[in-house]
């Protein structure tokens, strides 16, 4: 997941380091790290019981996430669901494609240099060969040739990067807008703004605009491809966090491991991609 594009945070010019753009997010931080302390009571080391579920669950700031939760949805009710059913309902099918086409091959990049951090040598040759391809014969993105040609597309991020040298993922979270993490996804994405190739080569030339147009194209594209799981999940469960707390961690386990551990809910998953 892509918590900040490289030109949120700071600007790269002439080899100098400023924080014009970076107070917000700054502010942010110190919010969060204020409110985390309101923490879910530890139940007693006498009620063993208790205490396997709480370490199972692994929420120890439920009541703040529960919050934010709460606050999201009231995001996504009158921001983004409304936005993505009109991007569905108005947008044809292969426009809709093509935003997807164009969005993944500009993450291609990240998904490299993830790849080569994991020593996953071959899916880092077939990444590079699905941006060469689809950047020229698929014009800039817009159409996909790479998977025709047998090379399919994949994704990674710096939180299974970490996954992948053994860190593990700590405590879950739930971030404003963002949603569910955890600790060790939340440290890859803040990560992710120092090396992500194609922000800082935007940065560099002074188009931030189309950073910050390329993260809010995939928070829709991403948003309007999981309408019916998002509303089946909801309909179907007695507590919707809970839901979507086990359903983040089962797809996170799965892309972890690119795909190699089955579960009954995988079919299910709720983001098939890093969500923005």
Known sequence: MTLFTAPSLLS????????????????????????LSACATRPPASDPEAVQIYE????????????????????????????ARVYRKYGPPELREIVTN?????????TFVNDLLQGELNRAAVTLKRFATNTTVGLLGIMDPATDFGLPYHSEDFGQTLASWGVGDGPYIVLPILGP???????????????????????????????YTRTGLR????RERNLETLDELEKSSVDFYATLRSAYRQNRA???????????????????????
């Open 12 to 35: 790269i010019r002439k080899g100098r380091f400023s924080l014009k753009g970076a107070v917000p997010h700054v502010f942010l931080i110190l919010l969060l790290v204020t409110l």
């Open 56 to 83: 199972e669950i692994n929420d120890p700031f439920e009541p703040f996430n529960r919050a934010v939760f709460s606050f999201n949805r009231t995001i996504d009710a009158y921001l983004l669901e409304p936005a």
């Open 181 to 211: 993490s955890g600790l060790r996804d939340t440290s890859g994405t803040v990560a992710e703004f120092f090396y992500d190739p194609v922000g800082l080569y935007l940065e560099h030339e002074g188009w931030t605009y189309v950073s």
């Open 219 to 222: 928070g829709l594209a991403s």
């Open 254 to 276: 799965f892309e972890i491991s690119n795909g190699r551990i089955s579960t009954e809910e995988d079919e299910d998953a709720l983001f098939d991609e890093p969500m923005d």
């Open 102 to 110: 164009v969005v993944r091959n500009w993450l291609a990049p990240l």
